[in-house]
């Protein structure tokens, strides 16, 4: 029995894929999206698509018999995570030594459990990580079509001075204007309209019901209300789920052929197929699409891939910290998951910070104020393929996170001190103030102009491209999406005029 065969293979369905599925449908090109999660579409026994994050069950997580949230405890207490049954959840915290990481899974990767942050990068700093790209054409054309893509808008600022659901953010807001910070409002993909009614107690809740991590039930503008269906709309675009691509080796007559599994939802692999194509595009992300690089190369498989496959990869500086209020000042018992203001100190050019002002919506006055700082590390880690578990490692020291710590520090010291607060030392399951030891955004391992070309095409082999979070140098000083978008967008134009990918 022969192979499956598609013209196109899009492996995953976050920002990358899913761009280049769609364009590729308009172009009339037949296109497989292969996804190892599931489609959250589905409402389960009690009515709903996701569980919230303070009532998780089996849907929060990828495969886990406990939740592991980002805050692990409050007060120092295990009171966050709960025991769950495995199944293919939409969030998974991927381990490795020093450093974790969070991606979504399922139809829709990341924008499923991201906070929804859609942030343009300062021109200078994007010119300076990536100075191949004509930065002209970015700003100008891809990313203003990437942000009209996504649905980003900014919230309506009577209503954000006025609500209860934001009170967190103007008590930061005003505790960084102390300092003599400045702070911003960020783009969102959320419907802000929704949240309105939401508020008004007019529509079922989910940014006020402490939905984000573990999926939004309504108003955000996920992959899958956007870019997905309107690639579906085409006709030429069929997305299979809960298939896991394992290999990828290229024929005789140079087409690619995929081998992909299959699971059910307890994780088993229950058939094993084998699919080819003639044009292959990497979007499973900066974990995903590197692992299988490195691997298509380490086992001989792709051996021409780029020697520069499974370096450059950064976590974006992130660090996550909170700071005790005043009594007399608190952040409010009911707070919006969804972010809408960050302190931007990018420009110091001694300590560049950009943090967004996250909630901590717990339900309760808590008295915190939450933050996730995206700071300028200038480390990077290398993935090395281990061949016993068939898989990448990342290979991140302890110490490489200390830059992204001291600059989080130098600058949330200077709002501690304005306003005479101090850390939380309670959150992160031991007495530390500042957590780097995971992240939200992975970027690299497939360096755009190192192990591909400008535009995302892989060296060393023709129609294999790369369209998603692994082509960032592992850092952008803003939440990534928009960017990673973009580039997409980018890429895709290049190929579809220049190669013959159908
Ligand atoms: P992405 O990770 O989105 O998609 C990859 C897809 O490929 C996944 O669906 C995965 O299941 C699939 N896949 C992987 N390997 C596969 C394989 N072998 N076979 C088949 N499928 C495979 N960013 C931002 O700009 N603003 C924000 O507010 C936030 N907030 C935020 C919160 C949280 C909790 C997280 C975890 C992340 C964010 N982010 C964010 C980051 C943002 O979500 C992230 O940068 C993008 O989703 C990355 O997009 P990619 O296209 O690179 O891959």
């Known amino acids: 029995v022969g192979a499956e065969y598609a013209p196109a293979v899009v492996v995953g369905s976050g920002y990358g894929a899913a761009v280049a599925a769609l364009r590729l449908g308009e172009a009339g090109v037949r296109t497989l999206v292969l996804e190892m999660g599931r489609l959250w579409d589905t409402p389960a026994a009690d009515g709903r698509v996701h569980c919230s994050m303070t009532a998780p069950d089996r849907r929060s997580m990828w495969f886990k018999t406990r939740t592991e949230a980002p805050l692990a405890t409050f007060l120092w207490l295990d009171v966050i995570n709960k025991d769950i049954t495995p199944y293919p959840g939409v969030l998974d915290r991927v381990r490795f030594p020093n450093m974790s990481v969070y991606v979504g899974r399922g139809v829709g990767g ?63 807001r005003d505790q960084a204007k102390a300092a003599g910070l400045k702070t911003v409002f960020v783009p969102n993909v959320y419907d802000f309209d929704y949240m309105q009614r939401e508020a008004a107690g007019a529509v079922p809740k989910s940014a006020l019901a402490q939905e984000v991590i573990y999926g939004n039930n309504f108003g955000k503008r996920s992959l899958d209300k956007t870019y997905l269906p309107a690639a579906l709309g085409t006709g030429n675009v069929t997305i299979r789920t809960l298939s896991r691509v394992r290999a990828i080796r290229r024929a005789a007559d140079g087409t690619y052929l995929l081998t992909v599994d299959r699971l059910d939802d307890t994780g088993a692999v229950v058939a094993t197929d084998e699919i080819s194509c003639r044009s292959l595009f990497l979007g499973a992300g900066s974990l995903g699409t590197t692992e299988l690089l490195l691997r298509a190369r380490e086992t001989g498989a792709l051996p021409a891939l780029s020697p520069q496959v499974g370096q450059g990869w950064g976590g974006n500086g992130n660090v996550m910290l909170g700071r005790a209020n005043h009594m007399w000042h608190p952040t409010g018992a009911h707070q919006s998951t969804i972010p809408v203001l960050g302190i931007d100190d990018w420009s110091n050019a001694a300590n560049p910070v950009f943090a967004e002002i996250a909630p901590l919506p717990a339900g309760i006055e808590t008295w915190a104020s939450l933050y996730l700082a995206i700071t300028r590390n200038p480390e990077r880690g290398t993935f090395t393929y281990d061949a016993a578990k068939d898989s990448a490692v990342l290979n991140w020291t302890g110490a490489q996170s200390d830059p992204s710590i001291a600059a989080a520090k130098s600058l949330f010291d200077r709002v501690n001190a304005a306003n005479g607060t101090i850390y939380r030392y309670d959150l992160f399951g031991d007495t530390r103030a500042f957590a780097a030891d995971f992240c939200y955004h992975p970027l690299g391992g497939c360096v755009l102009g190192r192990a591909t070309d400008p535009y995302g095409r892989a060296l060393g082999y023709d129609r294999l491209y790369v369209t998603d979070g692994s082509l960032v140098p592992g850092s952008i000083g803003v939440n990534p999406f928009v960017t990673i978008t973009a580039l997409a967008e980018r890429t895709m134009a290049r190929v579809l005029a220049e190669d013959n990918v159908g």
């Not at 499923?112 to 300076?128: C, D, I, K, W």
């Not at 009209?148 to 006025?162: D, H, I, Q, Y």
């Open 110 to 172: 990341g924008s499923l459990v991201n906070g929804g942050m859609a942030v343009t990068p300062s021109r200078a700093y994007f010119q300076e990580v990536l100075p191949q790209v004509d930065a002209a054409a970015m700003y100008a054309t891809y990313f203003p079509l990437a942000r009209r893509m996504l649905g980003a808008a900014t919230v309506p600022s009577a209503w954000f001075e006025s609500t209860e659901w934001y009170q967190y953010a103007r008590v930061s």
